[in-house]
Nanobody, 132 residues
């Protein structure tokens, strides 16, 4: 059974940092075969694409929504079947449940955009709360 499990959420003060982790089981989280996305959903709002990584045919893509550029970094952990989202300089508006997701290679993550509907493997989410 293919599963994604997020961890690393919690309560942090504004300006602080967190690293979210997304561990895959039942499949190998290899960017040659999957695009990886990070999404978040704040109370009362829709699910927003935050970042994604993909290695297409001869070209890789990474995408960050404008509100997190320069503060969030998505990465693949070498030697481990997991990806991470490092979040720095956190703001109160970053408060949300964060989800990782995977899509087949060539889907979901494109230059300059992320397509939520093309991600078909989702984790259960981890809560991030930024408050003083």
């Amino acid at each position: 059974q293919e599963q994604l499990v997020e961890s690393g959420g919690g309560l942090v003060q504004p300006g602080g940092s967190l690293r979210l982790s997304c561990l895959a089981s039942g499949f190998t989280l290899d960017l040659d075969y999957y695009a990886i996305g990070w999404f978040r959903q704040a109370p009362g709002k829709g699910r927003e694409g935050v970042a994604c990584m993909s290695v297409g045919v001869g070209k890789g893509y990474s995408y960050y929504v404008d509100s997190v550029k320069g503060r969030f970094t998505a990465s693949r952990e070498k030697g481990e079947n997991r990806v991470s989202l490092k979040m720095d300089n956190l703001k109160s508006e970053d408060t949300a449940v964060y989800y990782c997701a995977a899509a087949d290679a060539g889907y979901g993550c494109y230059e300059g955009r992320i397509s939520r509907g093309e991600f078909d493997r989702w984790g259960q989410g981890t809560q991030v709360t930024v408050a003083s």
